[in-house]
């Protein structure tokens, strides 16, 4: 792969911030011996100098398509990075503890463009999975609220029919008891009715002989109703909120 020198030195003595950086021994690719160097990882790209202060780097190691293992060399705390492939080269680190050797290795496996890219699939995969799960769980609860209205729907279509049943007896035992009244009595008692609902009462002149329009109210007025009750008393809480600010006001400036 050829880079641009130029280009390179520039971006590792920009001011972006490094991934990581710190001392480590590299050992050389014909001198066998360790060199200790200071790396600075930005990215995918690891410079390294000769000494810390150095503007420009000496070097810089591409973490693509490569691996981080440990070295086969037991001394000290080292590690290498590996290139696949014939004629590919190998650099060899050592750090100086443990943990220092642990960090720079789990560092630098996530730094290539691969592991990203695999990082952000899976990221997709259970977003996408949760989506699923979130929509599954939203059709379901519409289920359970369904059926569960049903429920209620039946429930209450059961209670009026035993209402009507009651208010068929009723009617029975009046009508037999008032046999004796005036027709236009008996024609007004024949007539079926629920003792439930004021303007189908079979007393119409408790009620000053007015017949009263017969309305069900749906259940979007009934919303209406119970909405403007609220308002109406969060409105008049509101005002009292604010009358007691303003006698603590006054009591404190007075």
């Not at 420009?56 to 290498?80: A, K, N, R």
């Not at 009507?164 to 009508?175: K, T």
Request: hydrophobic share 30%; glycine share 6%.
């Amino acid at each position: 792969m050829k880079l641009n020198e130029k280009s390179l030195s520039r971006y590792a003595s920009s001011g972006a911030p490094p991934d990581k950086e710190g001392f480590l021994h590299k050992r050389g690719d014909f001198n066998r011996g360790y060199q200790k160097r200071w790396f600075v990882l930005k990215g995918n790209l690891l410079f390294y100098y000769e000494r810390r202060n150095d503007k420009d780097p000496i070097g810089v190691i591409v973490l693509e398509g490569c691996t981080i293992e440990l070295s086969d060399h037991s001394d000290g705390f080292t590690f290498m990075i590996h290139f696949p492939g014939s004629g590919s080269r190998t650099y060899v680190m050592s750090a100086d503890t443990q943990e220092d050797m642990e960090e720079w290795m789990k560092v630098l496996s996530c730094a290539s463009y691969d592991y990203m890219k695999v990082c952000v699939n899976e990221l997709k995969t259970q977003l996408q999975d949760l989506d699923a799960t979130g929509n599954k769980a939203l059709i379901q609860n519409a289920l359970s609220d369904q059926n569960s209205f049903k429920k209620n729907l039946a429930g209450t279509s059961r209670n009026t029919n035993a209402s009507s049943g009651a208010s068929r007896s009723m009617n029975a035992s009046y009508n037999s008891g008032m046999s004796s009244s005036s027709s236009s009595h008996s024609s007004s008692s024949n007539r079926r009715h629920n003792p439930f609902n004021l303007e189908d009462s079979f007393d119409q002149e408790y009620f000053g002989g007015h017949e009263t329009e017969k309305h069900a109210r749906t259940f979007q007025e009934m919303h209406e109703e119970f909405r403007a009750q609220i308002k109406e008393i969060t409105s008049d809480w509101l005002k009292q909120q604010m009358h007691c600010a303003v006698a603590r006001q006054q009591v404190m400036t007075s």
